[in-house]
Each structure stands twice: as structure tokens, then as C-alpha cells.
């Protein structure tokens, strides 16, 4: 996801949306354990995609 569309949700979106991709994030890591990954990328991304969420949601808490 791009950071703009990030800033655009709001703390508690941002939180849900976190959530369900550390529930990716899991099943994605079963998968490459198990051989089953079809694209080993999809782990980096995925992980690149929660920091940038953890981050926005850390501007928007010091911005209050």
C-alpha cells in the first residue's frame, strides 16, 4: 500500500488493517516452512507494509 492512502484512514482503520496482515503475515510464514510459497517476495512486502503502518499510526499519535 502506497503511505498516502495510509494517511488518509484513520487510527483505528490503521489498526485493523495492521492486524489483519500480521494474520497474513502467519499464514504466508506456514506456507514458506511448508514449501507451498509460490512467491518468497510476498513475505518482504508484507512486512514492509505493517512497518509503514506502524509508522503512520506513530505520527498520528505525536501529532495529537
Do not use: G
Request: hydrophobic share 45%.
Amino acid at each position: 500500500m502506497k503511505a498516502k492512502e495510509l494517511r488518509a484512514m484513520s487510527v483505528a482503520e490503521l489498526e485493523q488493517k495492521a492486524k489483519d496482515l500480521k494474520k497474513d503475515l502467519f499464514f504466508l510464514r506456514m506456507q514458506h516452512a511448508t514449501n507451498q510459497l509460490d512467491n518468497p517476495v510476498k513475505l518482504a512486502a508484507v512486512k514492509k507494509d505493517i512497518a509503514r503502518i506502524k509508522t503512520i499510526i506513530r505520527e498520528k499519535e505525536t501529532a495529537i
